[in-house]
């Protein structure tokens, strides 16, 4: 079973601190990742994906992706409040078949 | 419209009852997919169309059945469901499944619940 795995939280940070988030996988195969954030009600919407081994920036978001250790993450820098929402990892197989990790609930405090 | 629209936003139904959910999609993509999303649980991919053709049918029961027609919109019909069944029915869109770094792009989902 080709898994990715995400601690479910809430993760709290306080409104502008580094939020990070992570996300473990077990296929090798496919090294094609997306971050989805989704509101409570609300459909996921994309905030990054990234494929190649390093960390790749945009705005104040950032995506790491260490094949060796076989982990994405997510920081948010400059944490806001608007940003509490249910962060999606998932990686891409065969096809563009998305496996989706359970999410990590985030809360950014005032 | 723009992006991904689904239609209904909410349905209740009864067990005995048929129903079809709609998903259309205005961005020239290519790919369109169904997945469902219950509580306390991950998304899960049910099916997948490339060029109008079914390429993935994640063991999905067949109660459940899609239709393409063309590229633009999918249907899930939906006949004899069960309570369990009931979850969020998302729909998105890609421009190629073939590529490594092709984006799935997500309607607002159906709220589904059967009674």
């Known amino acids: 079973q080709k898994e990715v795995e995400q601690n479910s939280g809430p993760l709290s940070v306080p409104e502008g601190a580094i939020a990070s988030l992570n996300c473990t996988y077990s296929d090798r195969g496919s090294q094609s990742f997306f971050w989805y954030r989704q509101y409570s009600g609300k459909s996921p919407e994309l905030i990054m994906s990234?494929?190649?081994?390093g960390d790749k920036e945009d705005g104040r978001f950032t995506a790491q992706l260490n094949k060796a250790s076989q982990y994405v993450s997510l920081l948010i820098r400059d944490s806001q409040p608007s940003d509490s929402a249910t962060y999606l990892c998932a990686q891409s197989r065969a096809g563009n078949m998305l496996t989706f990790g359970g999410g990590t609930r985030l809360m950014v405090k005032p | 419209e723009t992006g991904v629209t689904q239609t209904p936003r909410h349905l209740v139904m009864g067990m005995t009852n048929k129903k079809s959910l709609k998903c259309e999609q205005h961005l020239g993509h290519n790919a369109m997919y169904w997945y469902k999303q219950s509580a306390k649980k991950p998304l899960e991919l049910m099916f997948v169309?490339?060029?109008?053709?079914?390429?993935e049918n994640n063991s999905v029961p067949s109660r459940f059945s899609p239709e393409c027609p063309n590229s633009s919109h999918l249907f899930l019909h939906l006949h004899t469901l069960q309570p369990e069944d009931s979850a969020l029915y998302l729909c998105?869109?890609?421009?190629?499944?073939?590529?490594?770094?092709?984006?799935?792009?997500f309607g607002p989902g159906t709220r589904l619940t059967v009674l």
């Open positions: 169309y490339n060029f109008k053709e079914q390429t």
């Open positions: 998105a869109s890609s421009q190629d499944p073939g590529l490594g770094t092709d984006t799935q792009y």
């Open positions: 990234i494929y190649s081994n």
